[in-house]
């Protein structure tokens, strides 16, 4: 009984990477200057990551509803093993943000392509994930923001409440320390 479970939930795994890298050759990621979607974001949130996205509890959070002038989204999978080796750098950039006074200035949030709220919550619970992740369990949201590979990364300015792409990186960061100064550079902040 066991390994069958085993096997199915393998299955599912690979079914789902062969889906993301499927995707990824027809990806299509948005560029710099691109006007990015107002996409809804779904999922369980802590008191703590409503306060740092400035939201107000009960409140259906729209991408442009986050109280910062930028975001910066990783759009990533469970399943996807560079995701994965990705999830401790980003606690550090988190952390580095946060401790550099720029949690006013930029909001961290993730995009589990493919993931649903279980599938969000382990890896949150398994890498000890501090920011907001999000639902996309129908890769409609996905395909709204490009097709891209994961992880990808966009920074998107807020400003007038229009979301438009600043930056756009498919794979893994370079360092915790080139993002952060990538981060500084492209929102002023140096």
Known sequence: MHRSLFYGRTLCAA??????????????????????????????LTPQQQQELGLKSGQAPVLSGIG????????????????????????????????????????????????????VDFF???????????TDPELEL???????????????SLKDRKPRVIYSHTGRMQSVDDMLQTLRSLTGRE
Do not use: W
């Open 142 to 156: 996905h395909k709204q923001t490009g097709e891209t590979a994961t992880p990808h990364f966009y920074l998107i």
């Open 68 to 119: 910062t002038p930028f975001v910066l989204m990783e759009i990533f999978s469970m399943y996807c093993p560079f995701c994965q080796a990705e999830a401790e750098n980003m606690n550090r950039l988190h952390t580095a943000i946060r401790q550099e006074g720029l949690d006013g200035t930029i909001a961290v949030i993730g995009l589990g392509a493919g993931n649903s709220q279980f599938e």
């Open 15 to 44: 079914l789902l990477t062969a889906l993301l890298l499927t995707a990824a050759a027809q990806a299509h990621p948005l560029k710099s200057g691109d006007s990015f979607p107002d996409i809804p974001l779904t999922g369980t």
């Open 124 to 134: 949150r619970t398994k890498y000890s994930v501090p920011f907001a992740l999000f």
